[in-house]
């Protein structure tokens, strides 16, 4: 299905959605292994394992995954790529039985010394406004930014999800 530029810059975000987010097959809730809060004062947000999916073409948006870590409690607020006009931070619900994704205005909470994942189906972080297709193989910058930490930019693969049989994308 082809939708043409000026249908795609008209049709509400949800449509975006269906192409760049991944039904929530199975929650992931289950907490990652945490790390002790260490002592020392200085706030730091790590970021690890950012990867992007590939995306259709035509899209206008993308989704982007990655786990991060602070040091003192923070929240994630936002962020940028030069690939996209916006980086959003996202967040999946269940609205009369369906799931839909709206933007965590207030940003993503990150407790000290826990590892609080981004991951399909579950809060991510939305590239909208591409400049290109997120093409696999490929590297992506992205900068995010937090309440406290200084900013972080990583350099996310773009690659389908590890787990294939999970992946409905193509829809
Ligand atoms: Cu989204």
Not at 7 to 30: M, S, Y
Not at 52 to 73: E, F, H, Q, W
Request: charged share 10%; aromatic share 2%.
């Amino acid at each position: 299905m082809k939708t043409p530029l000026s249908l795609a810059f008209a049709a509400p975000i949800l449509v975006l959605a269906l192409a760049a987010c991944n039904p929530p097959e199975q929650a992931k809730t289950a907490p990652e292994a945490t790390t002790p809060a260490p002592t020392a004062t200085a706030a730091v947000v790590t970021a690890a394992d950012a990867w992007c999916r590939p995306s259709p073409n035509g899209a206008k948006a993308g989704g982007c995954y990655v786990t991060l870590t602070a040091t003192n409690d923070d929240r994630l607020t936002g962020g940028s790529s030069p690939r996209a006009g916006e980086l959003q931070v996202h967040e999946m619900k269940t609205e009369n039985g369906m799931m839909k994704m709206a933007q965590l205005t207030e940003g993503l909470p990150l407790p000290a010394g826990q590892a609080v994942s981004l991951a399909p189906g579950g809060n991510h972080l939305m590239l909208i406004g591409l400049t290109a297709p997120l093409v696999a193989g490929e590297t992506v910058p992205l900068t995010f930014e937090f309440a406290s930490a200084p900013s972080v930019t990583v350099q996310a693969a773009v690659r389908q999800p590890a787990m294939a049989g999970m992946d409905h994308s193509a829809h």
